[in-house]
C-alpha cells in the first residue's frame, strides 16, 4: 500500500490547519486506552481536513522530565535518560501501529538539550521583565519524595505521585509572577471558543472579586490590620477580627497571658494543608490573641483572634468576622463572641429567626441597625460605604485574586536546569544566552538530599562555576524546572522544531498561530491551560509570537474507565493494554470502538464486546466489495438509480459531516453502520456508493479503507491514495422525498393514509383523497363543505 505525506508544508496556499494534542508523558506502562481516545478523534479530524483541501499540522512529541523517571532512576540507578528514551521508542511504536496520521518530522521531546534550551530562553526573558523572582515562603514538601510541591500538585494534602502526606516546610523558592497577567487571563477567554466548563475553572481558579481594604487601628497600639472584603455592607455587624496564623502581627498583638494558648494553636495550623484548613464542613476553630482593634465606620471595639481558615497568601491574611458569614457565625457561636443582625431578607422570609441569631442570612438584602446607612440595598449601602471609608481614609477599593504566584523550583534531578548563578559580588546572574543551555551534569545518586536541596547540590565541580560578569568565583542555581515548564510552550516549538537560532521563525509562527483546535483531558484545562496562555501572553508581549492568546478551540474528552466501570490501574488489574487489543482485533477496529463507545465527552466503561461488534462492522464492510460495479469508463464515479439509496448515500455524507464537526462520533459510527446495512440489502452495489462510504469510513478506519480502494473493480488503477481524495459533499436537493405520507381525515377523524408525491398540487392532493374507496365509505356521498391541508402532514374533509 502507498503510504500518504502527513507533513504540513510552511507557507503553503492552502488555508492552514493546526490540529494539537496533549503531548504525552512517555511512563514504562506504555499508551493506554484513554491516549487512544483523543488522538483517533482529533486524527479524524485531521484527515477529514486534508481532504477538505486545508494544510494540516497534526504534530507529536513526549513530555518527558518528570518524577516517575527520577524515581525509577533511584531505585535502579538506571539514568532518567536511558529509561525516557526507550519509554518515547515505545510510544512511538504504539502511536504508529494505530496509524495516527502524525507530522512525525516535528517530534519534540522536552529533555532534548535543543528544545530546554528554549524553555531555559524564555524563563531569562521572565527574569529580566521582572516576572521571575526568588522569596522564602511555606511550600508543599513531600517527605517521600523528598521535593517540593506546587499547591496543584498536593492537592487533598497529598503528594500527586507517591500518595503520600504532604507537610509544611519554609524554602527559598523561585516564583514566576502569573498575577500580573491575571486580568489579560480573565479577558482572553472572552476570545475563544472553550468548552464552559474549561472556561468556569480558569475563571474559578484566578477567581477575581472586587471589594475594599479596610484599616483597623489595634487599641493601645500603632498597629494597624488591614482587611480585604467583598461585603463591607455587613462592616456594622463586625464582631471580631481573624487573623491567620502566619500573619506578622501575631507575635506582636498576642498578649503575655494568651502566648502558650497562641503558640500550641498556631503549631497545630502549621500541622495542617490548606485544603484542610479550608474545609467548608470542617469545626471552625480558633484562639483570642488578647488584643481588640477599633472598627473604623462605628467606631466598636472588637476583639482579635486567630483560625487557620484564613489565609495567609489570600486578602492580606486577614478578615472582619460578622454574623453574615457562614464560618463567622459558628465560630462567633462557639466562642460566645457578640454578634448582631444588620442586614435583613428583602423578602421578609425568616426574619425571625435571623434576628433571633438562630440562623446566618449570608445574602443580599436591606441593612438596618447600620447607621446612616440603614435601609439602603446591600448593593447600594457596598458602593456609599466604600466611599465613605475612602474619603475618611479608612479603606481602599480594590480587585483581589485568588490566583497566586507559580512556585516554579523543584529540588530533584530530572527537570531543566534554571540559568542563573550566585555570585558574592554580582549577586543573582543570568547565563548569558550564548552560553545555553545549561546542561544536566551525570550523577551517581538521584536522591534529594534530606535538606531539601536537589541532587545537583552535591555535585561541587558543576555548582561552582565563574560569574558571567566579573569572572568571580560563583554557584549554580542548583533547583531544576517544574514539569509544566516544558509543556507551557511546546506548541509553538512543533512549528519550527529545528531551529537553533530561535525559539521558532517569526514568519512561521505568523503562518501556523494561533491553534484551531486543541483537545485534552479535563484534568488538564484548569492549570496546563493557565500556565500555557500565560507563557504565550508574556511572548506576546515581548513580540515573541504574534498571538495573545494560543489556542482559539479547546475542548475535552471523557476518561475511559476499566470494563468493572473504575478508573484503570495496575492495583485494580483492569488495564486495557492497546498492544493486546490491536493484535487481536486490529488498529481499525479499535479506532471505530473508541469513537463508538460512547459521547465523546462523557466517561464511558470499556466493553470487549463492544469492540467485536466493531470489527465485525467492519467485516460487513469488506464482504460488500464482491458486489460492487464497475466503476463506469471516464473520471466520473457513476450514478445511484435507486432513489431511495441515493437519499440515504447524501443524508449519510450530511450526518457524517456536521457529527464530526460536533465530536458526536458515536452517532457518526451509527450512521456508517445504517448506511452500510442498505447496502447490504443491494443485490449490485453502484460504485458510485460504495466509494462514498470507503471515503466516509476512510479518516475512522484508514487502513481498511485504504486497501478495499485499492481493490475496487476500476479499469483504470485508482491515481492516487483514498486519503488524498476530496471530502464528499451532500447535495440538499437530494435529501427531500419523492413523496410523503398524508393522513386524510374526515370530520377530525383518521380515515386513510396515502402516499402522495411531494411536487403535487392541492387540487391533485384532493382529487386522490376523494376517490380512495375508505374515504368515499365514510362521506357517503355528502359532499365536503370544506377541505383543510396541512402540508407534509394531513388533509381534513369537512362534511355536514
Same mark, same amino acid.
Given at each position: 500500500m502507498r503510504m500518504q505525506s502527513n507533513a504540513a508544508r510552511d507557507g503553503d496556499a492552502r488555508p492552514k490547519q493546526y490540529l494539537l494534542v496533549e503531548f504525552p508523558y512517555p511512563s514504562g506502562e506504555g499508551l493506554h486506552v484513554g491516549h487512544l481516545r483523543s488522538y483517533t478523534a482529533m486524527d479524524i479530524l485531521a484527515r477529514k481536513r486534508r481532504m477538505e483541501g486545508k494544510n494540516v499540522l497534526y504534530p507529536? &512529541?513526549?513530555?518527558?522530565? #518528570?518524577?516517575?523517571?527520577?524515581?525509577?532512576?533511584?531505585?535502579?540507578?538506571?539514568?532518567?535518560?536511558?529509561?525516557?528514551?526507550?519509554?518515547?521508542?515505545?510510544?512511538?511504536?504504539?502511536?504508529?501501529?494505530?496509524?495516527?496520521?502524525?507530522?512525525?518530522? $516535528?517530534?519534540?521531546?522536552?529533555?532534548?538539550?535543543?528544545? =530546554?534550551?528554549?524553555?531555559?530562553?524564555?524563563?531569562?526573558?521572565?527574569?529580566?521583565?521582572?516576572?521571575?523572582?526568588?522569596?522564602?515562603?511555606?511550600?508543599?514538601?513531600?517527605?517521600?519524595c523528598k521535593i517540593g510541591l506546587a499547591n496543584e500538585e498536593a492537592t487533598g494534602g497529598v503528594c500527586e505521585r507517591c500518595g503520600g502526606p504532604v507537610e509544611k516546610r519554609d524554602r527559598e523558592q523561585w516564583m514566576l509572577k502569573i498575577t500580573a497577567y491575571a486580568e489579560q487571563l480573565l479577558a482572553g477567554l472572552d476570545t475563544v471558543d472553550y468548552i464552559e466548563r474549561a472556561k468556569a475553572q480558569q475563571r474559578n481558579w484566578i477567581g477575581r472579586s472586587?471589594?475594599?481594604?479596610?484599616?483597623?487601628?489595634?487599641?493601645?497600639?500603632?498597629?494597624?490590620?488591614?482587611?480585604?472584603? %467583598?461585603?463591607?455592607?455587613?462592616?456594622?455587624?463586625?464582631?471580631?477580627?481573624?487573623?491567620?496564623?502566619?500573619?506578622?502581627?501575631?507575635?506582636?498583638?498576642?498578649?503575655?497571658?494568651? $502566648?502558650?494558648?497562641?503558640?500550641?494553636?498556631?503549631?497545630?495550623?502549621?500541622?495542617?494543608?490548606?485544603?484542610? $484548613?479550608?474545609?467548608?464542613?470542617?469545626?471552625?476553630?480558633?484562639?483570642?490573641?488578647?488584643?481588640?482593634?477599633?472598627?473604623?465606620?462605628?467606631?466598636?471595639?472588637?476583639?482579635?483572634?486567630?483560625?487557620?481558615?484564613?489565609? &495567609?497568601? =489570600?486578602? !492580606?491574611?486577614?478578615?472582619? #468576622?460578622?454574623?453574615?458569614?457562614?464560618?463567622?457565625?459558628?465560630?462567633?457561636?462557639?466562642?460566645?463572641?457578640?454578634?448582631?443582625?444588620?442586614?435583613?431578607?428583602?423578602?421578609?422570609?425568616? @426574619?425571625?429567626?435571623?434576628?433571633?441569631?438562630?440562623?446566618?442570612?449570608?445574602?443580599?438584602?436591606? +441593612?438596618?441597625?447600620?447607621?446612616?446607612?440603614?435601609?439602603m440595598t446591600s448593593s447600594e449601602a457596598r458602593e456609599r460605604i466604600a466611599q465613605w471609608l475612602e474619603e475618611h481614609g479608612a479603606g481602599r477599593r480594590r480587585v483581589q485574586y485568588k490566583l497566586r504566584d507559580w512556585v516554579f523550583s523543584r529540588q530533584r534531578y530530572w527537570g531543566e536546569p534554571i540559568p542563573v548563578v550566585f555570585c558574592a559580588a554580582c549577586g543573582t546572574v543570568p547565563v548569558p544566552e550564548d552560553q545555553?543551555?545549561?546542561?544536566? *551534569?551525570?550523577?551517581?545518586?538521584?536522591?534529594?538530599?534530606?535538606? #531539601?536541596?536537589?541532587?545537583?547540590? /552535591?555535585? %561541587?565541580?558543576?555548582?561552582?562555576?565563574?560569574?558571567?560578569?566579573?569572572?568571580?568565583?560563583?554557584?549554580?542555581?542548583?533547583?531544576?524546572? *517544574? /514539569?509544566?515548564?516544558?509543556?507551557s510552550w511546546y506548541f509553538l516549538r512543533y512549528i519550527d522544531p529545528k531551529n537553533d537560532r530561535a525559539l521558532a521563525d517569526p514568519t512561521q509562527l505568523q503562518y501556523w498561530m494561533p491553534i484551531d483546535w486543541y483537545n485534552g483531558g479535563m484534568e488538564h484545562t484548569t492549570l496546563h491551560l493557565l500556565y500555557s496562555r500565560f507563557w504565550n501572553l508574556f511572548l506576546h508581549d515581548i513580540g515573541v509570537v504574534p498571538v495573545a492568546e494560543p489556542y482559539q478551540k479547546r475542548t475535552s474528552h471523557g476518561m475511559i474507565l476499566g470494563p468493572d466501570?473504575?478508573?484503570?490501574?495496575?492495583?485494580?488489574?483492569?488495564?486495557?493494554?492497546?498492544?493486546?487489543?490491536?493484535?487481536?482485533?486490529?488498529?481499525?477496529?479499535?479506532?471505530?470502538?473508541?469513537?463508538?463507545? #460512547?459521547?465523546?465527552?462523557?466517561?464511558?466503561?470499556?466493553?470487549?464486546?463492544?469492540?467485536?461488534?466493531?470489527?465485525?462492522?467492519?467485516? $460487513?464492510?469488506?464482504?460488500?466489495?464482491?458486489? @460492487?460495479?464497475?466503476?463506469?469508463?471516464?473520471?466520473?464515479?457513476g450514478t445511484i438509480a435507486d432513489r431511495d439509496l441515493l437519499r440515504m448515500m447524501h443524508r449519510t455524507i450530511q450526518r457524517v459531516t456536521e457529527d464530526i464537526e460536533d465530536m458526536h462520533f458515536n452517532t457518526v459510527v451509527s450512521a456508517l453502520m445504517e448506511y452500510t446495512n442498505a447496502l447490504v440489502k443491494q443485490e449490485r452495489i453502484p460504485f458510485l456508493a460504495?466509494?462514498?462510504?470507503?471515503?466516509?469510513?476512510?479518516?475512522?478506519?484508514?487502513?481498511?479503507?485504504?486497501?478495499?480502494?485499492?481493490?475496487?473493480?476500476?479499469?483504470?488503477?485508482?491515481? !492516487?491514495?483514498?486519503?488524498?481524495?476530496?471530502?464528499? @459533499?451532500?447535495?440538499?436537493?437530494? +435529501?427531500?422525498?419523492?413523496?410523503?405520507?398524508?393522513?386524510?381525515?374526515?370530520?377530525?377523524?383518521?380515515?386513510?393514509?396515502?402516499?402522495?408525491?411531494? /411536487?403535487?398540487?392541492?387540487?391533485?392532493?384532493?382529487?386522490?383523497?376523494?376517490?380512495?374507496?375508505?374515504?368515499?365509505? !365514510?362521506?357517503?356521498?355528502r359532499a365536503p363543505t370544506r377541505v383543510v391541508v396541512v402540508p407534509g402532514k394531513l388533509m381534513n374533509i369537512v362534511v355536514d
Amino acid at each position: 500500500m502507498r503510504m500518504q505525506s502527513n507533513a504540513a508544508r510552511d507557507g503553503d496556499a492552502r488555508p492552514k490547519q493546526y490540529l494539537l494534542v496533549e503531548f504525552p508523558y512517555p511512563s514504562g506502562e506504555g499508551l493506554h486506552v484513554g491516549h487512544l481516545r483523543s488522538y483517533t478523534a482529533m486524527d479524524i479530524l485531521a484527515r477529514k481536513r486534508r481532504m477538505e483541501g486545508k494544510n494540516v499540522l497534526y504534530p507529536i &512529541g513526549w513530555d518527558a522530565f #518528570g518524577l516517575p523517571a527520577e524515581n525509577y532512576a533511584i531505585k535502579t540507578g538506571q539514568h532518567p535518560r536511558v529509561t525516557t528514551e526507550q519509554n518515547c521508542a515505545n510510544f512511538r511504536r504504539q502511536l504508529q501501529a494505530m496509524g495516527f496520521s502524525f507530522d512525525w518530522s $516535528r517530534e519534540v521531546n522536552t529533555t532534548d538539550p535543543a528544545y =530546554y534550551r528554549w524553555t531555559q530562553w524564555i524563563f531569562l526573558q521572565l527574569l529580566r521583565q521582572g516576572l521571575a523572582y526568588k522569596a522564602k515562603m511555606p511550600i508543599n514538601w513531600c517527605p517521600k519524595c523528598k521535593i517540593g510541591l506546587a499547591n496543584e500538585e498536593a492537592t487533598g494534602g497529598v503528594c500527586e505521585r507517591c500518595g503520600g502526606p504532604v507537610e509544611k516546610r519554609d524554602r527559598e523558592q523561585w516564583m514566576l509572577k502569573i498575577t500580573a497577567y491575571a486580568e489579560q487571563l480573565l479577558a482572553g477567554l472572552d476570545t475563544v471558543d472553550y468548552i464552559e466548563r474549561a472556561k468556569a475553572q480558569q475563571r474559578n481558579w484566578i477567581g477575581r472579586s472586587e471589594g475594599v481594604d479596610i484599616d483597623f487601628s489595634v487599641q493601645g497600639s500603632d498597629a494597624v490590620i488591614t482587611v480585604f472584603t %467583598t461585603r463591607c455592607d455587613t462592616l456594622y455587624s463586625c464582631a471580631f477580627l481573624a487573623l491567620a496564623p502566619e500573619h506578622p502581627l501575631v507575635t506582636r498583638l498576642t498578649t503575655e497571658a494568651q $502566648r502558650d494558648a497562641v503558640a500550641a494553636y498556631v503549631d497545630r495550623a502549621r500541622a495542617k494543608t490548606e485544603i484542610e $484548613r479550608t474545609k467548608l464542613d470542617q469545626e471552625q476553630d480558633g484562639v483570642f490573641t488578647g488584643s481588640s482593634a477599633v472598627n473604623p465606620i462605628s467606631g466598636e471595639v472588637v476583639p482579635v483572634w486567630i483560625s487557620d481558615f484564613v489565609l &495567609g497568601h =489570600y486578602g !492580606h491574611g486577614a478578615v472582619f #468576622g460578622d454574623i453574615h458569614d457562614a464560618r463567622d457565625f459558628v465560630l462567633g457561636k462557639r466562642y460566645g463572641i457578640p454578634m448582631r443582625v444588620t442586614v435583613l431578607p428583602p423578602s421578609g422570609d425568616d @426574619v425571625d429567626a435571623i434576628r433571633a441569631q438562630a440562623v446566618c442570612y449570608p445574602d443580599d438584602g436591606v +441593612l438596618i441597625d447600620s447607621g446612616p446607612f440603614t435601609g439602603m440595598t446591600s448593593s447600594e449601602a457596598r458602593e456609599r460605604i466604600a466611599q465613605w471609608l475612602e474619603e475618611h481614609g479608612a479603606g481602599r477599593r480594590r480587585v483581589q485574586y485568588k490566583l497566586r504566584d507559580w512556585v516554579f523550583s523543584r529540588q530533584r534531578y530530572w527537570g531543566e536546569p534554571i540559568p542563573v548563578v550566585f555570585c558574592a559580588a554580582c549577586g543573582t546572574v543570568p547565563v548569558p544566552e550564548d552560553q545555553l543551555p545549561v546542561l544536566l *551534569p551525570e550523577v551517581e545518586r538521584y536522591q534529594p538530599t534530606d535538606t #531539601g536541596e536537589s541532587p545537583l547540590a /552535591n555535585i %561541587t565541580e558543576w555548582v561552582n562555576t565563574k560569574c558571567p560578569q566579573c569572572h568571580g568565583p560563583a554557584q549554580r542555581e542548583t533547583d531544576v524546572m *517544574p /514539569n509544566w515548564a516544558g509543556s507551557s510552550w511546546y506548541f509553538l516549538r512543533y512549528i519550527d522544531p529545528k531551529n537553533d537560532r530561535a525559539l521558532a521563525d517569526p514568519t512561521q509562527l505568523q503562518y501556523w498561530m494561533p491553534i484551531d483546535w486543541y483537545n485534552g483531558g479535563m484534568e488538564h484545562t484548569t492549570l496546563h491551560l493557565l500556565y500555557s496562555r500565560f507563557w504565550n501572553l508574556f511572548l506576546h508581549d515581548i513580540g515573541v509570537v504574534p498571538v495573545a492568546e494560543p489556542y482559539q478551540k479547546r475542548t475535552s474528552h471523557g476518561m475511559i474507565l476499566g470494563p468493572d466501570g473504575e478508573k484503570m490501574s495496575k492495583s485494580r488489574g483492569n488495564v486495557i493494554n492497546p498492544d493486546t487489543i490491536v493484535a487481536e482485533y486490529g488498529a481499525d477496529a479499535v479506532r471505530v470502538y473508541e469513537m463508538f463507545i #460512547g459521547p465523546f465527552d462523557q466517561m464511558v466503561p470499556w466493553s470487549t464486546d463492544g469492540l467485536v461488534g466493531c470489527r465485525r462492522f467492519l467485516e $460487513r464492510v469488506a464482504a460488500l466489495l464482491s458486489r @460492487v460495479d464497475p466503476k463506469p469508463a471516464g473520471d466520473s464515479c457513476g450514478t445511484i438509480a435507486d432513489r431511495d439509496l441515493l437519499r440515504m448515500m447524501h443524508r449519510t455524507i450530511q450526518r457524517v459531516t456536521e457529527d464530526i464537526e460536533d465530536m458526536h462520533f458515536n452517532t457518526v459510527v451509527s450512521a456508517l453502520m445504517e448506511y452500510t446495512n442498505a447496502l447490504v440489502k443491494q443485490e449490485r452495489i453502484p460504485f458510485l456508493a460504495y466509494t462514498t462510504l470507503l471515503t466516509l469510513l476512510a479518516p475512522f478506519a484508514p487502513h481498511l479503507a485504504e486497501e478495499l480502494h485499492e481493490q475496487l473493480p476500476d479499469p483504470e488503477a485508482p491515481a !492516487h491514495l483514498l486519503a488524498d481524495h476530496p471530502w464528499p @459533499v451532500f447535495d440538499p436537493a437530494q +435529501l427531500a422525498a419523492d413523496t410523503w405520507e398524508m393522513v386524510v381525515q374526515v370530520n377530525g377523524k383518521v380515515r386513510a393514509t396515502l402516499s402522495m408525491p411531494t /411536487n403535487a398540487t392541492l387540487a391533485e392532493m384532493q382529487e386522490q383523497a376523494l376517490r380512495d374507496a375508505t374515504v368515499q365509505k !365514510h362521506l357517503a356521498g355528502r359532499a365536503p363543505t370544506r377541505v383543510v391541508v396541512v402540508p407534509g402532514k394531513l388533509m381534513n374533509i369537512v362534511v355536514d
